[in-house]
């Protein structure tokens, strides 16, 4: 196991105004009216892309709280072949891969999809979510934060 570089508190003290703005960022598409269980799918998606452990536990908390299934986020991973995603979320985490593996960019057939399910308005807040969480795995990664612990009363409920 590595060891923490530094901790996700510790970016707040450090660096206050990059924290701000990373976090402002990151709450912009909410705000905007896109669905908070889609937001969640989608930095989901892009942690597991990045390897960041503290995201990836971080998402699957707040997802749990907002009452996506169980199902969906153990599946998120292979989405492809799960047929639990409706076409919109589909939309969103081929979305979400593009923005994530930028080297291979965005294929017209990926931005079409989005753009049959998403206003141009939505798919700009949904970049900016993307954009967002891609920054946090960014510093999640490079700084080896620590994932968060499950709550003892919601972890011996999922037990």
């Known amino acids: 196991m590595s060891h923490a570089r530094s901790e996700y508190e510790d970016f707040k003290a450090l660096a206050p105004d990059a924290y701000d703005l990373t976090l402002a960022l990151g709450q912009l598409a909410a705000k ?9 799918l989608v930095k989901l998606r892009a942690s597991q892309i990045n390897g960041c452990a503290f995201c990836v536990q971080h ?18 991973a292979v989405w492809r072949e799960a047929p639990i995603f409706s076409a919109r979320e589909r939309a969103a985490l081929a979305w979400t891969e593009a923005l994530t593996f930028l080297p291979e ?25 993307i954009a967002s969480i891609n920054v946090w795995n960014r510093f999640g990664v490079a700084y080896r934060w620590t994932p968060p612990q499950r709550p003892a009363m919601a972890h011996a409920k999922a037990s």
């Open 32 to 40: 905007a009216g896109l669905d908070k269980q889609l937001l969640e």
């Open 59 to 76: 998402h699957i908390l707040l997802s749990e709280r907002l009452g996506v299934p169980v199902d969906k986020l153990n599946l998120v």
């Open 105 to 129: 960019g965005v294929s017209d057939d990926v931005y079409a999809e989005a753009s049959r399910e998403f206003s141009a308005v939505e798919l700009m807040y949904l970049t900016s979510a």
